[in-house]
């Protein structure tokens, strides 16, 4: 490929070729297959048909195209309730052309920002009933209660400037480079209540999960012949790979293996238990191709959890005859 071809040039008049537009296409292509590294330049929201472009991969593609941001303008819109900030951010080429004008907005006010958790429910109790709130939450299995309390907003102002400033860049990049076909943005700025949302608004409806608990019981729930089981730990990591990235692997807390699976509605259910306290039994079979072996999940269940009264399959066992069902994602009402 030229190196012509990494320099955007848009003079007055000139209109680019097919070959030369199919030529910086591919660049963004090979850039994101060859140089963005998944998880720090960009990322995949489950359900989306596009990954996420992050700030690092914007400024790697800005440097690809020898383009430079120019001096943010800053819109100061904050009122006494709420600090807001509305910035825009010009992409230059290398002979000071105003390319693209990129805008981002960010303010106190977004959900994200004007509500947390309480420390303790001491804390929830003591603050002003206009400053505190119980949210229904929406969980796999139905709807869950959490307490929250008001941010402050002085704490957050050089946040909200950096994220409007964030966000414009990231347009800015994406309009100068024509990259948009290839990536998403903002999307993993919004909350996990709107991304579902979102992704809802473009796909049909998903199928509704039953609690385990509500199955009924099976004769058995030994792994079928060749499968593993992993012992009780805790999830540490669930992140896609794959040329199309549509692979998901997971890793848990103190062991060195990854799982996969192509089953995006089952690695988002092992992403929900990222971070918690929960302790999970992961059933797989070994693949081995082209001479690497691949542990691939078949499915998993919650052992810390299971109802009152139930057997439990302890110790890394394999629950035998009789034992109750195992625990899903949609069992357990996520509120951290």
Not at 4 to 23: E, K, N, P, W, Y
Not at 138 to 146: I, L, P, S, T
Request: proline share 6%; with cysteine; charged share 25%.
């Amino acid at each position: 490929m030229s190196e012509s071809l990494t320099v955007i040039d848009r003079g007055a008049g000139q209109a680019l070729s097919v070959a030369h537009m199919q030529s910086r296409s591919e660049l963004v292509r090979q850039v994101m297959a060859n140089v963005l590294e998944d998880g720090k330049d960009y990322g995949r929201i489950p359900g989306t048909d596009k990954p996420t472009l992050y700030k690092p991969g914007a400024e790697k593609l800005c440097l690809t195209f020898a383009l430079a941001p120019s001096e943010p303008q800053v819109e100061d819109l904050s009122t006494c309730e709420a600090i807001r900030y509305r910035v825009q951010v010009p992409i230059k080429n290398v002979d000071d052309r105003v390319l693209a004008v990129g805008i981002g907005e960010a303010s106190t006010d977004e959900e994200k920002y004007r509500w947390k958790r309480p420390v303790c429910d001491e804390e929830f109790d003591e603050a002003p009933t206009t400053q505190r709130r119980t949210k229904w939450a929406k969980g796999r299995d139905g709807a869950y209660q959490v307490k929250q309390i008001r941010t402050s907003p002085a704490d957050l102002a050089n946040t909200v400037l950096k994220m409007a400033h964030k966000r414009a860049l990231i347009a800015a990049t994406l309009m100068a480079t024509g990259a948009s076909s290839v990536f998403n943005q903002d999307l993993e700025d919004f909350t996990k209540e709107l991304q579902e949302h979102l992704v809802d608004e473009e796909q049909a409806p998903p199928k509704q999960v039953k609690r385990a608990s509500d199955r009924k019981p099976a004769t058995t729930h030994a792994p079928a012949a060749g499968s593993l089981v992993t012992p009780p730990l805790k999830v540490k990591d669930v992140r896609v790979f794959g040329k199309d990235k549509n692979n998901y692997a997971v890793t848990l807390v103190g062991h060195g293996n990854e799982y996969t699976t192509k089953d995006a509605a089952l690695a988002l259910d092992l992403e929900k238990f990222k971070g918690t306290d929960h302790l999970l039994r992961i059933t797989y079979v070994d693949n081995d191709f082209q001479g690497k072996v691949y542990h691939n999940v078949k499915t998993f269940e919650v052992v810390d959890a299971a109802p009152a009264g139930a057997p439990s399959a302890g110790g890394g066992a394999v629950a035998g005859e009789g034992a109750a069902p195992p625990l899903v994602a949609g069992d357990i009402p996520f509120s951290r």
